[in-house]
């Protein structure tokens, strides 16, 4: 299908299954996606528009590596389980359509995507409070311990995505170990220290192992799969997550481990690059992993003891060890999200626009320092304070 084509169906849809148009020639269509997997339209007409979400047989950009579509259906599937969870911090969807690969969804006007806002400095008081209320509803809440576990084996088997997982197993915890594919990118001064460090560490490379085993088995959570700031809508009021096409069940500390990952690397980022730094800035980056690790543990001990109840599950002292395990995993994938994000292939925003910076060497020496820590501390890793002093002890304020 050519563009032309692919517009004229999407305008065809839109008018068919949403009331919020009448007249086609009235309508306009424009490309408006940077991610690295689908295509995504914003239909307007004067004030009035909506997101079409197309997920190509191929991946975006490509006419040679097929991807399956299911990602779509599983995308819709997460989207209305989250809106239920969440009491609506996802983007509505008005329909999909499984013949065309498509999800017609709310356009989210009033909000930045959170990268983008935080490639400007801004801040938001309400994210750590926020993101730890998401993360709990959305995962604690999809676990055996709170649903019944017959529903939560049916929506498991809803939720079987091959191809994504197969993405991120190969991203996120194979080839920035081991390099097979030669498209691991970093700065050419630290291919001793990567050498010495990850490829030849034969202690990370076992832990890493164990992460990755736990990734593939452990069906604990319907869990986003990629949440980045760049999978996350923002205001000064709210946020509202989008982009669950690696949705899986799988451990819920990968989604709360991503976006710590996400926010320490920002934060070792903006401390030590060669430019002045903006303090509201780092300490709201810094102040937010605070925030969403005391708020998340603050909200499960208040919440558990009424949600959790399946039988033997739902007793304080396997409550309370289910926590540690909860909070362990979700240090040690924060420690593998910054790891991959600096040396393997796909890289964020952050890290991309500092490669030509004077410090990138120091930059990704710490970040794999710290990634590094998360995953072999993992265990020790159970409250706010520890990052706290992780962070200072490995980011020192002189340049
Ligand atoms: C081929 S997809 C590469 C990366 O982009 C997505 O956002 C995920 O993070 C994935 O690992
Ligand atoms: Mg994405």
Not at 197 to 223: C, H
Not at 231 to 237: L, P
Not at 261 to 273: A, D, M, P, Q, R
Not at 362 to 389: F, Q
């Amino acid at each position: 299908m050519n563009t032309e084509e692919l517009h004229n169906n999407i305008l065809e849809l839109v008018l068919k299954e949403t009331d919020f148009f009448t007249e086609k020639d009235d309508l306009s269509i424009k490309e408006v996606g940077d991610g690295n997997v689908n295509y995504i339209f914003r239909v307007s007409e004067g004030n009035e528009s909506l997101i079409v979400k197309f997920a190509d047989s191929f991946i975006r950009n490509s006419t040679t590596r097929a991807l399956s579509t299911v990602r779509s259906a599983i995308e819709n599937e997460i989207l209305k389980k989250q809106a239920e969870l969440t009491d609506g911090m996802v983007p509505k969807v008005y329909h999909y359509s499984p013949e065309m690969n498509c999800i017609i969804m709310e356009d989210m006007k009033d909000y930045q995507v959170l990268r983008e806002a935080m490639m400007n400095k801004e801040t938001f008081a309400h994210f750590g409070k926020d993101i730890a209320q998401f993360l709990y509803n959305t995962l604690v809440k999809t676990t055996d311990v709170v649903m019944d576990p017959e529903e939560k084996k049916e929506l498991l088997a809803k939720l079987v995505n091959l191809d994504m997982c197969e993405i991120s197993e190969r991203l996120v915890f194979t080839e920035p170990y081991l390099n097979t594919q030669k498209l691991n990118k970093f700065h050419a001064n630290n291919q001793s220290f990567v050498e010495d460090n990850v490829y030849n560490n034969e202690t990370l490379k076992l832990e890493v192992s164990k992460l990755k085993n736990r990734f593939m088995n452990k069906s604990e959570s319907m869990i986003h799969g990629d949440l980045h700031a760049g999978s996350i809508f923002i205001n000064d009021k709210s946020l509202k997550v989008f982009d669950p096409e690696f949705s899986f069940y799988g451990p819920m500390g990968y989604d709360i481990g991503n976006v710590i990952g996400s926010f320490i690397i920002t934060y070792v980022v903006n401390k030590l690059e060669n430019s002045d730094e903006d303090l509201n800035f780092t300490n709201w980056v810094k102040g937010s992993i605070k925030t969403l690790v005391e708020s998340f543990i603050e909200i499960y001990e208040k919440n558990i003891e009424n949600d959790a109840q399946t039988k033997m599950l739902n007793n304080k002292a396997f409550t309370d060890f289910y926590l540690t395990q909860i909070l362990s995993d979700s240090a040690a994938y924060a420690g593998t999200e910054m790891i991959r994000r600096t040396i393997g292939v796909a890289k964020v925003w952050d890290l991309e626009r500092v490669q030509d910076d004077k410090n990138i060497e120091l930059i990704e020496k710490t970040l794999i320092k710290i990634g590094t820590e998360l995953i072999l501390n993992r265990d020790k890793m159970l409250n706010a304070k520890s990052y706290e002093e992780l962070l200072n002890k490995n980011v020192k304020e002189d340049k």
